[in-house]
C-alpha cells in the first residue's frame, strides 16, 4: 500500500496564519514563502499558479492544500497517481514532501516524471508557497502582509550609483571581472564529434531504457515517438525526401556526440543537469536501440563513443560561407541594382502566406 494512503497525522495546511504558527514569526513565514516562491520556478514550466492559471502537462496547483488531491476540474490524472489516493483526501505537509522528495518513488508510474526535491528545508519552503496561494491564485493577505513587514523592518542601503563605481581596468567594456579557470571549466562541458570533451564513462541500452521510462517518456513517448507537440526521437528512415520529413536521432542528426551534448546539457526538461555522465551514456545508448542502430544489450562508452556514425552524417557539409564572395570582408555588398532585370519568386516557402503574390 503506497504511503500516500496512510491515515494522515498532521494538520492539513489551509490558510496562512496556520502557517504562521508553524513558522514562528511572520519574518520567518515570509522568507519561506518568498524562498519557495523561486524554488518553485524548477515547477513552473509543467504546473501553472497564479490567477489565470491553466492545466500544462501537470495540473494547475492553485489551491492544492484545500482540495481534494486527485481531483481537479478538467485535468486527467494518470491511473498509477489516482490508486495512490484514498477517496476525498488533501495534501498535508508530511505527505506533500513525502511526495516531492522523489514522486516517481513514491508513486510509481506516476506521469510526473521528476527527480525530486532532496533538501527538506526547500520541500518546506515550496509547500509554504503552496499553502500561501489561494484557489483564485492570489497569495494569501497575511503572506503578503509578513512579506511586506519583512521587507520595511529591513535597513535598505542606499543605492550606489554607476559615477561613483571604481572602473575595472579588464575587458573592452569594463563589467564585472575575468572567470575563474574552475568557473570556465563548470560551463566547459561541449562534446565534439571526434570525442574532444566527452567524459569518461559508459552505460548500457538497458539502463538507459529504465531512465529514459522514468524521466523522458512522459515528453517523447514510450518508445521515442514524442507525446502531444514534444519532439519525435526516434524513427523517420528515408523520409527526408518527402514533403514532411520526420527528423529525428536516426534519420537525420549528424553526429553522435550532438545527442550526447544535448542531453547532458538540457535534459530532462525541468531538471537539466540532474543526469550524471553515466546516465547519459547509458540514455543515449538506449536511443540508438531505438532508432535500430545497436541491439539492446549494447553498452555505449568513452572508449568506442568516436566508432559510431549517425546514417545521415554524409548529407552535412562544412559551413563555408565565408569564403564566398558576397560575405568576403574586401567586397562590399550589393544594396541596390544587384542582378539585371526585375526580381522573380524562384521558390515559395511552404507557408504561402509569407511569400508575397506578386513580385
Known amino acids: 500500500m503506497s504511503k500516500l494512503k496512510q491515515p494522515f497525522g498532521f494538520a492539513i495546511f489551509k490558510a496562512a496564519p496556520l502557517l504562521l504558527l508553524i513558522f514562528g514569526s511572520n519574518a520567518l513565514f515570509a522568507n519561506d514563502v518568498e524562498k519557495g516562491e523561486k524554488l518553485?520556478?524548477?515547477?513552473?514550466?509543467?504546473?501553472?499558479?497564479?490567477?489565470?492559471?491553466?492545466?500544462?502537462?501537470?495540473?494547475?496547483?492553485?489551491?492544492?492544500?484545500?482540495?481534494?488531491?486527485?481531483?481537479?476540474?478538467?485535468?486527467?490524472?494518470?491511473?498509477?497517481?489516482?490508486?495512490a489516493m484514498a477517496p476525498d483526501v488533501k495534501w498535508n505537509a508530511s505527505s506533500l514532501s513525502a511526495f516531492l522528495e522523489s514522486p516517481m518513488t513514491n508513486i510509481p508510474g506516476t506521469k510526473m516524471a521528476f527527480p525530486g526535491v532532496k533538501s527538506e528545508d526547500d520541500r518546506a519552503s515550496i509547500i509554504a508557497y503552496l499553502a500561501a496561494v489561494d484557489v483564485d491564485g492570489k497569495l494569501a493577505t497575511t503572506a503578503e502582509a509578513a512579506i511586506s513587514a519583512d521587507e520595511s523592518n529591513?535597513?535598505?542601503?542606499?543605492?550606489?550609483?554607476?559615477?561613483?563605481?571604481?572602473?575595472?581596468?579588464?575587458?573592452?567594456?569594463?563589467?564585472?571581472?575575468?572567470?575563474?579557470?574552475?568557473e570556465v571549466a563548470a560551463?566547459?562541458?561541449?562534446?565534439?564529434?571526434?570525442?574532444?570533451?566527452?567524459?569518461?564513462?559508459?552505460?548500457?541500452?538497458?539502463?538507459?531504457?529504465?531512465?529514459?521510462?522514468?524521466?523522458?517518456?512522459?515528453?517523447?513517448?514510450?518508445?521515442?515517438?514524442?507525446t502531444g507537440r514534444w519532439p519525435v526521437l526516434a524513427g523517420g528512415l528515408g523520409t527526408l525526401t518527402d514533403e514532411r520529413p520526420e527528423k529525428t536521432i536516426g534519420s537525420y542528426w549528424p553526429y553522435l556526440s550532438t545527442v550526447y551534448?544535448?542531453?547532458?546539457?538540457?535534459?530532462?526538461?525541468?531538471?537539466?543537469?540532474?543526469?550524471?555522465?553515466?546516465?547519459?551514456?547509458?540514455?543515449?545508448?538506449?536511443?540508438?536501440y531505438l532508432n535500430d542502430l545497436?541491439?539492446?544489450?549494447?553498452?555505449?562508452?568513452?572508449?568506442?563513443?568516436?566508432?559510431?556514425?549517425?546514417?545521415?552524417?554524409?548529407?552535412?557539409?562544412?559551413?563555408?560561407?565565408?569564403?564566398e564572395p558576397y560575405f568576403s570582408g574586401a567586397v562590399e555588398p550589393c544594396m541596390t541594382d544587384c542582378i539585371p532585370g526585375v526580381a522573380t519568386v524562384s521558390q515559395r516557402a511552404r507557408v504561402l502566406d509569407v511569400t508575397p503574390d506578386q513580385n
Open 40 to 83: 518553485y520556478r524548477q515547477c513552473a514550466g509543467c504546473h501553472q499558479v497564479g490567477p489565470g492559471a491553466s492545466h500544462a502537462f501537470g495540473p494547475q496547483l492553485n489551491g492544492v492544500m484545500e482540495r481534494v488531491a486527485a481531483k481537479v476540474e478538467g485535468y486527467d490524472f494518470s491511473s498509477a497517481f489516482t490508486d
Open 187 to 226: 560551463w566547459d562541458i561541449d562534446v565534439r564529434p571526434d570525442g574532444e570533451g566527452l567524459p569518461k564513462g559508459s552505460g548500457d541500452a538497458v539502463a538507459g531504457g529504465i531512465i529514459y521510462d522514468a524521466q523522458c517518456a512522459a515528453c517523447h513517448g514510450d518508445f521515442g515517438e514524442g
Open 294 to 323: 545497436v541491439d539492446e544489450d549494447f553498452e555505449l562508452t568513452s572508449d568506442n563513443f568516436v566508432e559510431f556514425r549517425l546514417p545521415n552524417e554524409e548529407n552535412f557539409i562544412t559551413d563555408n560561407r565565408s569564403e
Open 261 to 288: 551534448d544535448y542531453v547532458r546539457r538540457a535534459m530532462p526538461f525541468g531538471n537539466a543537469r540532474s543526469l550524471s555522465d553515466d546516465d547519459v551514456y547509458s540514455v543515449t545508448a538506449y536511443l540508438m
Open 154 to 182: 529591513t535597513e535598505k542601503q542606499p543605492r550606489v550609483l554607476a559615477a561613483d563605481v571604481e572602473i575595472p581596468t579588464h575587458g573592452v567594456f569594463h563589467l564585472g571581472r575575468v572567470a575563474l579557470a574552475e
